[in-house]
């Protein structure tokens, strides 16, 4: 039994990479007591085994064995002055054991206490010049010191033990930036470069360096090195590919350019301004459609930065794909609510495609984000209109006029839809005299809408006929002046003529409005052609929303009348 037990603590011994009691040949009570403290150790029993620990040192205090086990106990404590006084001691009574003095070290490091932890390396060093572990915590200690000339011998060092290599090269750069010798540093690095061609670690720091300090030409000479060794270095696919597209090689520039922004390495705003590079750039055949699957890939990879749809949102607007844009806007508002210029863009697209709906309640959002900006609150009173709440319209339209300043397109438009407020609440002088404010910006697109509100409520037909008919003497191919005519028409109830009108219009843009397929419905309903009215409002629907009546038209497949 003796013999088993004796067996256990020498396994246990061995795990601890504790060594036998130096008195264990002398006494066997001694022995005991050591082992007894082990199985306490090794049972997390913690303060048993410092006291048979202690009662160790009171008959052999020297016991470099003894100290280590305690140095174990007290910095699984996190009592790390007692820690370093017994790994002090063990390594001490124990000069020859390097396993002691390295713990020893790595304490004194955890204390805060570098000289010292460095004066131990340096030891060390000696004992076993070869030892990694040694220099890592010489150059730690020599670091935190702030020694950079100690730092660098050590460095030497281990060249000279362990050979050079590109990671000792670069800590020797960073070394001599430290201590301001970057000409030595940089002339470390071009030479290096000739002993490790295809290193990219060496290559990047040189181009690193050369546009830090603004020598570019040094720089770009060096890209085509750089990416050429570390195709994966999204960085300089970027930087290499930029410097290729802006002196005229753009094609080529282009396969970098696109390679960097699929790479892992760039940052999102890196890989946005190029983006925004290429999108804006204004090529002779039009957008450049192989930047949609680069779009697409920023939205994939960066679902919650407003960044990455919001550019997704420039180019599908650019590329002519509004909807896929308007898309894209309301997602980078989702993602970050606060950015009025996409609000500002949002809410134009939505007027220019008719989406009432959506206008309305994007209006009334950005309203409530931005109280001071006239433009939600323009489009929360069009829309209001539009629904025939006149009252809050004419609310929203005097909000958004008093907060416009040297803007007069938008405060033409706004007088014009109080006119429109004032028209629908029955109030034809208020609205005349918004009329006239709005048509004193001299503008005949104003005019044309101003006449068309009279038209809508059936006011002055004759007059407002005649004068749009003067407008068309001028313009005559002018799509909007054509539609009003057919309006008027249609309004007076002439609807062989409203058909001419309309039917005259040839602008393609034009024919593919809501406004001009609903009218056309509503004509041809009238003349007795239900089935091709009811097909003009199916159209409509597909380019926008149409009047607030045009969905019952499509649903009961007939004409109904808008309020």
């Known amino acids: 039994m003796n013999k088993l037990i004796y067996l256990l603590a020498l396994a246990v011994l061995a795990s601890c990479k504790l060594q036998q009691p130096t008195a264990a040949l002398q006494d066997p009570v001694y022995i005991r007591q050591f082992h007894s403290g082990v199985r306490s150790m090794l049972n997390a029993q913690n303060e048993e085994a410092i006291k048979a620990f202690q009662a160790c040192l009171e008959k052999d205090p020297k016991d470099a064995a003894v100290h280590y086990a305690l140095f ?11 820690a370093a006084f017994h790994t002090e ?63 660098l011998i050590v460095i030497e060092k281990l060249e000279q033990q362990l050979g050079e290599n590109p990671n000792t090269v670069l800590e020797k750069f960073r070394l001599f930036q430290q201590m301001g010798k970057t000409k030595d540093g940089v002339a470390l690095l071009e030479d290096a470069r000739l002993r490790f061609p295809t290193e990219p670690s060496i290559l990047a720091n040189l181009v690193d360096h050369y546009f830090r300090s603004q020598n570019y030409s040094a720089g770009f000479g060096l890209l085509k090195d750089l990416v050429e060794a570390d195709p994966e270095n999204g960085v300089a696919l970027l930087m290499y590919g930029e410097m290729l597209y802006r002196s005229g090689k753009k094609d080529e520039g282009k396969k970098y350019l696109h390679a960097g922004i699929l790479s892992q ?28 699957p680069l779009v697409k890939y920023m939205t994939q990879n960066f679902p919650n930065e407003a960044k990455a749809h919001s550019i997704a949102g420039d180019y599908f607007y650019v590329a002519g794909q509004i909807k896929l844009a308007i898309e894209s806007y309301q997602q980078t508002l989702r993602c970050d609510p606060d950015l009025y210029p996409v609000w500002n863009q949002l809410l134009i697209l939505e007027y220019e495609q008719e989406s009432w709906t959506n206008l309305l309640l994007d209006a009334l959002s950005c309203a409530e984000l931005f109280p001071s900006q006239p433009v939600p609150f323009f489009f929360k009173g069009m829309m209001l209109n539009r629904v025939g709440k006149h009252a809050q319209a004419l609310e929203s339209l005097e909000i958004a006029k008093s907060y416009i300043i040297n803007d007069n397109a938008l405060l033409a438009e706004t007088m014009l839809q109080i006119g429109h407020s004032y028209l629908g609440m029955q109030q034809q002088e208020q609205a005349m005299a918004a009329f006239k404010e709005a048509l004193s910006f001299g503008n005949n697109e104003l005019e044309i809408k101003y006449l068309h509100y009279f038209l809508q409520y059936k006011i002055e037909i004759n007059q407002t006929t005649q004068r749009i008919e003067e407008l068309a003497l001028k313009t005559p191919n002018d799509a909007g002046i054509r539609f009003e005519l ?45 089935l091709e009215a009811n097909n003009c409002w199916q159209k409509a629907l597909t380019f926008g929303e149409g009047s607030i009546v045009l969905s019952q038209k499509t649903t009961q497949k007939t004409y109904v009348q808008n309020p």
């Open 486 to 530: 057919a309006f008027a028409a249609f309004q007076a109830g002439q609807y062989q003529k409203a058909l001419q009108e309309i039917q005259s219009i040839s602008t393609k843009e034009f024919l593919l409005t809501a406004a001009y397929q609903e009218l056309l419905g509503d004509i041809y309903f009238h003349l007795g052609q239900a």
């Open 72 to 82: 174990q106990i007290y910095l699984k404590q996190e009592h790390y002055q007692e």
């Open 89 to 151: 001691q063990a390594a001490e009574f124990d000069p020859k054991n390097l396993h002691y003095k390295r713990e020893l070290a790595f304490m004194y490091q955890q204390l805060g206490q570098h000289q010292d932890a460095a004066v131990v390396f340096e030891a060390l060093l000696k004992a076993d010049p070869k030892n990694i572990d040694y220099y890592s915590g010489a150059l730690k200690s020599y670091q935190e010191l702030n020694k950079p000339s100690k730092s």
């Open 265 to 292: 390495g760039p940052s999102l705003d890196q890989k946005m301004n190029i983006l925004i590079m290429l999108i804006n750039d204004k090529a002779p055949g039009g957008i450049d459609h192989q930047l949609e």
